[in-house]
């Protein structure tokens, strides 16, 4: 079993940066594929960004979020960051943080492991 606990949200205004950090415990961290999505008051969840395994760590993007999310993954201390640019009010969301143990995906229903949720406003 995988715990995920995300953290780094809060209130920032429009045009700051914001890192959000997702601690794992249980299971093989280098071996789990990470995902990032978020949810929107009124919306369903969407996908953000996701990092491979250890082996590629390569990273990938919803295509309306490159450029403007980063993520990195640091298997030394089982924790998955994503970094938010140039944050707009539209980025207001809870971000989430969900892992899986087999390839990449852009769905939310292919991920095993799932954190809380942490709340990103951006007031302009």
């Known amino acids: 079993q995988v715990q995920l606990v995300e953290s780094g949200g809060g209130l920032v205004q429009a045009g700051n940066s914001l890192r959000l950090s997702c601690a794992a415990a249980?299971?093989?961290?280098?071996?789990?594929?990470l995902g990032w999505f978020r949810q929107a008051p009124g919306k369903g969840r969407e996908f953000v960004a996701g990092?491979?395994?250890?082996?590629?760590?390569?990273?990938y993007f919803a295509d309306s979020m490159r450029g403007h999310f980063a993520t990195f993954r640091d298997d030394d201390k089982n924790t998955v960051y994503l970094y938010i640019d140039s944050l707009k009010p539209e980025d207001t969301a809870v971000y989430y943080c969900?892992?899986?143990?087999?390839?990449?995906?852009?769905?939310?229903?292919?991920?095993?492991?799932w954190g809380q949720g942490t709340q990103v406003t951006v007031s302009s």
């Open positions: 990092v491979n395994t250890w082996h590629r760590r390569s990273a």
């Open positions: 969900a892992a899986r143990k087999v390839a990449t995906s852009k769905l939310d229903g292919a991920y095993d492991y």
């Open positions: 249980g299971g093989t961290f280098s071996t789990l594929t």
